[in-house]
């Protein structure tokens, strides 16, 4: 999980910004868009923020209320899903 | 509606001037008489009937004169938008012409902004064109007064209109810009302008960018009128540079340029600047926009480059 996290990186192609909702996203590549909202926006954001693995998992279990197991499993799989998506390589 | 910019010359230095990669010194131009031509074909294949003028400062066009006559000829509208620093041959010449069909959007400098031979030369302006004269504010920082108008409609005959505008910021550079965090602030300005201009029967015309939520509730009947045109005037707009290329607004010049075709219409170039920004349209100026119940109905979400603006990598 660790360096499934540690491996990532957003694409050129990627913009964003903060919204009240979440986070908008745009890929200038593709010509899509995407919003992710909250509590992924605020992965996203710790993230982008260049956090290491223990700290954004120590800022994420505080923000989700989940265990520290819970809160890993998710962000491993919001990766996942952002991967998928192409929104982080 | 297109704006021709038919010189990067001008003879003021404003600091919230968006348009300023297309009056930048280095590299002076004049729209040539071919482009001028090509482009009012384009406005006529389009059905628009009016020619904007603009700039630069377009009375320093060497051709001004010559390229009013061609529009008035076919019979276009005419809008000039000036800083009233013209040449004295322009200005007797719209003098003698005294023709209902031109108009003179007068970008006014402000009392306070230490050109006074400025304002003596607009007033000049004035004297001279008031019936043909729209008083125009950029309004750039949040401390900006907008009283001093008041005081040109009871000195001069102007048209009974006046036209606000917001300084926008320019993707390419740094220019002076208001913040949309201060458009509530002018909000409250213009109000109070409001009551005044209503007094004297003057109307108020807001230029693009302003939005409904900048004014309190309690004034939308007051605005009614402006307010029906307020947070959706931010489509892609057809200006035409001087080299002949074609941009959406000054303010997004660097995102697309399009050259100039002898067959384009207006309604192919508006999509295919609404496809570039098509990515841009579900985010508004503010963070809070997007769940906003106006947002899309009656508000596209402000100026397109200070949304851009907003994204970040």
Redesign the interface.
């Known amino acids: 999980m660790k360096s499934n996290y540690e491996k990532f990186k957003?694409p050129?192609s990627?913009?964003?910004?903060?919204?009240?909702?979440g986070v908008?996203i745009?890929n200038?590549k593709s010509?899509r868009?995407y919003?992710v909202i909250y509590p992924e926006a605020a992965l996203w954001l710790v993230m982008v923020e260049g956090h290491t693995w223990e700290k954004t998992v120590e800022l994420l279990t505080a923000i989700t209320g989940k265990s520290e197991k819970e809160t890993k499993n998710w962000i491993h799989r919001c990766i996942n899903k952002w991967r998928q998506s192409h929104i982080i390589e | 509606m297109a704006n021709l910019s038919i010189t990067t010359v001008c003879n003021k230095k404003c600091v919230y001037c968006f348009a300023y990669d297309a009056t930048d010194d280095r590299g002076k131009s004049h729209m040539s008489i071919t482009t001028y031509s090509k482009a009012l074909e384009y406005l006529e294949r389009s059905g628009i009937n009016q020619v904007r003028l603009m700039g630069g400062e377009p009375t320093l066009h060497p051709q001004f004169i010559s390229f009013l006559k061609m529009a008035l000829d076919r019979n276009f509208d005419l809008m000039v938008f000036t800083n009233g620093l013209m040449p004295i041959k322009v200005l007797d010449f719209l003098e003698s012409i005294n023709h209902g069909r031109i108009s003179i959007l007068l970008n006014m400098i402000h009392p306070d902004e230490g050109n006074p031979n400025g304002v003596l030369k607009q007033k000049d302006v004035i004297s001279r064109l008031g019936h043909l004269v729209v008083p125009g504010i950029n309004i750039y920082s949040k401390q900006f007064d907008l009283d001093y108008i008041v005081d040109y409609f009871h000195e001069f005959e102007l048209q009974k209109e006046i036209r606000l505008g917001i300084a926008h910021p320019m993707l390419s550079r740094n220019n002076v810009f208001l913040h949309p965090k201060d458009y509530s602030y002018i909000g409250e300005k213009i109000i109070e302008l409001k009551k005044k201009m209503v007094a004297i029967g003057v109307n108020i015309g807001f230029d693009c960018g302003f939005v409904p939520c900048m004014f309190p509730i309690e004034s939308f009947e007051l605005l009614k009128e402006e307010l029906k045109k307020t947070g959706n005037c931010c489509l892609p707009l057809i200006d035409f540079l001087s080299d002949g290329t074609i941009i959406s607004c000054y303010p997004l010049n660097n995102l697309l340029k399009i050259e100039m075709d002898d067959q384009m219409s207006s309604t192919e170039l508006v999509k295919r600047f609404e496809i570039e920004l098509e990515l841009f349209k579900d985010v508004g100026i503010y963070p809070h926009c997007s769940t906003c119940p106006l947002f899309k109905t009656r508000c596209n979400g402000g100026c397109m480059a200070f949304r851009i603006q907003r994204f970040m990598h």
């Open positions: 957003v050129d990627i913009l964003f910004t903060v919204e009240l909702r908008a745009i200038k010509m868009k919003v």
